[in-house]
T-cell receptor, first 117, second 114 residues
Framework: NAGVMQNPRHLVRRRGQEARLRCSPM?????VYWYRQLPEEGLKFMVY????????ESGMPKERFSAEFPKEGPSILRIQQVVRGDSAAYFC???????????????FGPGTRLTVL | DAKTTQPPSMDCAEGRAANLPCNHS???????VYWYRQIHSQGPQYIIH???NNETNEMASLIITEDRKSSTLILPHATLRDTAVYYC???????????????FGTGTLLAVQP
């Protein structure tokens, strides 16, 4: 079974450019989460999505950041007009569809390391 | 979600059991204890979770005290590859609400020594 896949693994952008990070959840998982880990800091929740819906975006910066999880294809985290402070590791996690008794344990991908020059 | 307290670092000799404590004195009845670890620069890896009974899987054992205010993750035979930051997280069981986010603390850096 393939795990959570993220690409690219490393991304270099110049200030002002756009960064697009992709996440393909595990097979059978319909919930996706994005987390950010700044250098020498802990993991911080950004956004939680189900197919075609944003459920919780309480951790997303108010400007320049957006996320989507379309009906078909991977989830995309988009950062417009990147700045040096956006340099971080971005991790995606997925969990199964939730039912009354199902656990929603999150399984993480390997991350995308974004470097802004 | 309840807050957790973990020691910042621990050492363990290779081949010995590693016992990682976690204090969650404000845990409520419907909150579970989850453990994840992050090996350097990799994505966090799920280890185990429990509510009130002790749990064991192929990776580790989880011992939760009777009052549920603390727990211990046990790696029975630590190897060098178990060197990582271990996170103890308490969270409400999800029933489809907007409470799915994991709140990571600073964790415990476990260094397994040869």
């Amino acid at each position: 079974n393939a795990g959570v896949m993220q690409n690219p693994r490393h991304l270099v952008r110049r200030r002002g450019q756009e960064a697009r990070l992709r996440c393909s959840p595990m097979k059978g998982h319909s919930h996706v989460y994005w987390y950010r880990q700044l250098p020498e800091e802990g993991l911080k929740f950004m956004v939680y999505l189900q197919k075609e819906n944003i459920i919780d975006e309480s951790g997303m910066p108010k400007e320049r950041f957006s996320a989507e999880f379309p009906k078909e294809g991977p989830s995309i985290l988009r950062i417009q007009q990147v700045v040096r402070g956006d340099s971080a590791a971005y991790f995606c996690a997925s969990s199964p569809r939730t039912s009354g008794r199902a656990f929603d344990t999150q399984y993480f991908g390997p991350g995308t390391r974004l470097t802004v020059l | 979600d309840a807050k957790t307290t973990q020691p910042p670092s621990m050492d363990c000799a290779e081949g010995r059991a590693a016992n990682l404590p976690c204090n969650h004195s404000t845990i409520s009845g419907n909150e579970y204890v989850y453990w994840y670890r992050q090996i350097h620069s990799q994505g966090p890896q799920y280890i185990i979770h429990g509510l009130k009974n002790n749990e064991t899987n192929e990776m580790a054992s989880l011992i939760i005290t009777e009052d549920r205010k603390s727990s211990t993750l046990i790696l029975p035979h630590a190897t060098l590859r178990d060197t990582a930051v271990y996170y103890c997280i308490v969270r409400v069981r999800n029933y489809g609400g907007a409470t799915n986010k994991l709140i990571f603390g600073t964790g415990t850096l476990l260094a397994v020594q040869p």
